[in-house]
């Protein structure tokens, strides 16, 4: 098992920043891929950002040029930093924790509201 904590959210004007962290219980290195995903009302879940073991980043179309992810090994943290935000940016912010042992098992973080008001 592992547990994740997110902290970060809250309200924020439109374009401002926010810098979410997602803690993990177990080392992040263990994980194949991390990532961060949303959802707001009436909507599906959705990637915003991941990176893999070694490094690789990805992004939602969305977000891509405002948002970056990071990490911080020695902490087993990773990081989300949300630039010029925009109100469709408003939702619920999932940590997720992917490991891969013959099957994929994910973990996930209790979510983050983030509101960006207009």
């Known amino acids: 098992q592992v547990q994740l904590a997110e902290s970060g959210g809250g309200l924020v004007q439109a374009g401002g920043s926010l810098r979410l962290s997602c803690a993990a219980s177990r080392s992040i290195l263990s994980a194949n891929n991390m990532g961060w995903y949303r959802q707001a009302p009436g909507k599906q879940r959705e990637l915003v950002a991941s990176?893999?073991?070694?490094?690789?980043?990805n992004y939602a179309d969305s977000v891509k040029g405002r948002f970056t992810i990071s990490r911080v090994n020695a902490k087993n943290t990773v990081y989300l930093q949300m630039n010029s935000l925009k109100p469709d940016d408003t939702a619920v912010y999932y940590c997720?924790?992917?490991?891969?042992?013959?099957?994929?098992?994910?973990?996930w973080g209790q979510g983050t509201q983030v509101t960006v008001s207009s």
């Open positions: 990176i893999t073991r070694v490094g690789s980043t």
């Open positions: 997720n924790y992917q490991t891969y042992s013959g099957r994929y098992s994910d973990y």
